[in-house]
């Protein structure tokens, strides 16, 4: 399945999804923690059920990305994994700029932290698409 996405949509959901838990620090499930040692985009819960896991998971399914298909780019970086969950229509720095947060949350910094370093990067190359996607549009 393909997913059409703009760069705005993806923008404030991130910048939503980071406000509504700045402080969290991604840990993947007790069960899954050992077999690739990151953080994963679908979560198999230890009560069976399955969710949308590390930021970047959370911000595609919050706007319509099927699990199935998010399950796809479980140990690539997010960038690849945007491509094989099927999301078309989002700019390359806006797909580089998820990458950037999400590889501060596998740092182990939390998720206000991750967003405002990637801005602050973003704002020093001025890139539109990221600071004011919605005018790119």
Same mark, same amino acid.
């Given at each position: 399945?393909?997913? #059409?996405?703009?760069?705005?949509?993806v923008?404030?959901?991130?910048?939503?999804?980071?406000?509504?838990?700045?402080?969290?620090?991604? !840990?993947?499930? @007790?069960?899954?923690?050992? !077999? %690739?040692?990151? =953080?994963? %985009?679908?979560?198999?819960?230890?009560?069976?059920?399955?969710?949308?896991? =590390?930021?970047?998971?959370?911000?595609?399914?919050?706007?319509?990305?099927?699990?199935?298909?998010?399950?796809?780019?479980?140990?690539?970086?997010?960038?690849?994994?945007?491509?094989? $969950?099927?999301?078309?229509?989002?700019?390359?720095?806006?797909v580089?700029?998820?990458?950037?947060?999400?590889?501060?949350?596998?740092?182990?910094?939390?998720?206000? @932290?991750?967003?405002?370093?990637?801005? @602050?990067?973003?704002?020093?190359?001025?890139?539109? $698409?990221?600071?004011?996607?919605?005018?790119? #549009?």
């Amino acid at each position: 399945m393909s997913y #059409a996405l703009t760069d705005a949509q993806v923008m404030s959901t991130l910048r939503e999804i980071v406000s509504e838990s700045p402080d969290k620090v991604y !840990e993947a499930p @007790e069960s899954m923690a050992d !077999e %690739y040692g990151g =953080c994963f %985009y679908v979560h198999n819960n230890d009560d069976g059920t399955k969710s949308a896991g =590390c930021i970047v998971g959370q911000v595609l399914h919050r706007l319509g990305v099927s699990l199935e298909d998010l399950s796809k780019g479980e140990t690539y970086s997010a960038n690849a994994a945007v491509a094989l $969950a099927g999301v078309q229509g989002v700019s390359e720095d806006v797909v580089y700029f998820l990458r950037m947060v999400q590889s501060r949350q596998d740092r182990g910094t939390p998720w206000g @932290e991750a967003l405002q370093f990637a801005e @602050e990067y973003y704002a020093d190359k001025g890139s539109a $698409a990221v600071l004011r996607p919605e005018a790119v #549009a």
